[in-house]
């Protein structure tokens, strides 16, 4: 590791103890030519070291394009896997590699990317830096000793020493609510209101009043005064969950608090000071909603002062062993970890895993209360699985038997369901005639991904309810 310019040298011993602790990782190297411009012929050359590249026409992307026909955030290529992957993030023009109209694909060596009328070519390159990652085996409720949570953990340490609004972005169920408890417990305002709002279980026209409150009177049911999120967090932390779900109509009253630090409750004309941190998250690309218009620019940038990306369980299949010990120490059961040999882990480590580290603590809990890891449960859990299963096992419980079938019936349904709605969570639940929040709830227990309406990582009875860390949500 190298030393600090103009610091004495620390002992031979210290050196040793440092580098036990700390892992060296080459850095990714892509180098991007642009060699058309806005349709202008040019040679600009970028290289650029890290898991993510932006482009785009965004001053804040990593690649910016002047060109009016390339969208803010047009794509990104990201490091996975060792290789490099380019996806679309929404754009208006799409994105074509080698000639290709492409949403997802993966780049070799080299390619041409067009946007708008820009051409830019991309190639690999072999690492020339290195990053210093810390052997943390935990972040508090959080555990995972692979590179990418390492990685989390490294940043998140930083991310906690300061006061800036942050952005936890990720897939359901890997954890979201518990790394904005993490960041807050580790803050200056650990000791200060830590409260909760979940933006995709409230009703649209009752979010402004959960957010920043009602004086009595101010609609049809408003019986007496009433403070939101916001003034109940004063001097503390507001953490708003599934931020992307927050209704367009009110995101210009949420940067108002967010710029003036002041807030208005429902009805009321009087402004009110507060002085609150603001931790969001979601499931969805906020970079694709600001593309599409469905979230305002300067709202996200507002929110994602520095954003953390929690990695999905199949990125981090390493933690599957640390994560199934951990489950087991809550569920009161370590013994139980017989249950789950070497040739166990590694067949679980072929599973996708769509419901992230969720679904993997409801399967460890699954397999503790039947006493077995056998495939009839294995084939209720995976995702592909066409319908109920067909075999009857005389060992499994009646109601535990009937409960795997329902519960591989609702995922295969809602699946088909969501595809058929194109991710639309009104229109499917017009479709299957129930609630919207009902389906919201199913969606949820499942950990599916519905693209537009996407729920939340949890629906709470109670927007300012205390956070769990049980490591349910991890």
């Not at 080299?110 to 991309?122: F, T, W």
């Amino acid at each position: 590791m190298p030393e600090p310019p103009g610091e004495p040298r620390p002992p031979a011993q210290t050196v040793h103890t440092v580098r036990q602790l700390i892992e060296s990782v080459a850095i990714p190297r892509v180098t991007v030519t642009v060699e058309r411009e806005g349709g202008i012929a040019v040679q600009r050359t970028i290289v650029h070291d890290g898991d993510l590249c932006k482009i785009g026409s965004h001053a804040s992307n990593d690649v910016v394009l002047r060109d009016p026909m390339v969208s803010r955030f047009h794509c990104r290529l990201v490091r996975e896997d060792g290789l490099w992957r380019l996806r679309d993030s929404g754009s208006m023009n799409g994105t074509s590699l080698d000639s290709v109209r492409i949403r997802d694909a993966d780049l070799h060596s080299e390619g041409l990317l067009s946007v708008g009328e820009s051409v830019v070519r991309i190639r690999a390159g072999a690492p020339q830096k290195e990053d210093f990652v810390p052997m943390l085996p935990s972040f508090g409720a959080l555990v995972g000793t692979s590179l990418p949570m390492r990685r989390l953990f490294a940043l998140l340490e930083k991310i906690a020493q300061s006061d800036i609004n942050v952005l936890i972005e990720g897939e359901s169920g890997t954890g979201k609510e518990l790394v904005a408890t993490e960041i807050m417990q580790r803050s200056a305002r650990a000791d200060k209101p830590f409260v909760v709002v979940d933006c995709g279980a409230i009703s649209p026209n009752l979010v402004e009043s959960e957010l920043f409150g009602h004086i009595r009177g101010a609609f049809t049911g408003a019986d007496r005064d009433r403070i939101g999120a916001f003034e109940a967090a004063d001097g503390g932390t507001v953490f708003l969950d599934e931020i992307g779900e927050l209704p367009i109509e009110l995101q210009p009253k949420l940067l108002r608090a967010l710029e003036a630090r002041e807030i208005r409750r429902v009805g009321e004309t009087k402004a009110r000071r507060v002085n609150v941190r603001v931790i969001s998250a979601t499931n969805r690309d906020l970079e694709r909603e600001v593309n599409k218009g469905r979230f305002r620019e300067d709202l996200y940038f507002r929110l994602a002062v520095i954003s953390a990306r929690v990695p999905s369980l199949r990125e981090r299949l390493d933690d599957l062993l640390i994560l199934t010990r951990t489950f087991l120490q809550q569920l009161g059961v370590p013994e139980e970890e017989r249950l789950f040999p070497p040739a166990v882990i590694g067949e679980m480590a072929k599973h996708d895993w769509p419901g992230n580290v969720r679904e993997l603590r409801n399967y460890v809990e699954r397999s503790v209360v039947l006493q077995s890891v056998n495939l009839t449960l294995r084939r209720g859990m995976n995702a592909s699985s066409a319908g109920p299963v067909n075999g009857i096992d005389l060992s499994v419980p009646f109601r535990l038997a009937k409960d795997a079938v329902i519960d591989s019936f609702e995922r295969s349904y809602l699946s088909q369901l969501l595809e058929a709605a194109g991710g639309n969570m009104s229109k499917a639940a017009r479709m299957a005639g129930m609630d919207r929040m009902y389906l919201h709830r199913l969606v949820q227990k499942h950990g599916l991904r519905g693209g537009k309406g996407n729920v939340g990582d949890s629906i709470r009875p109670s927007p300012f309810g205390a956070a769990h860390g049980d490591g349910s949500n991890q």
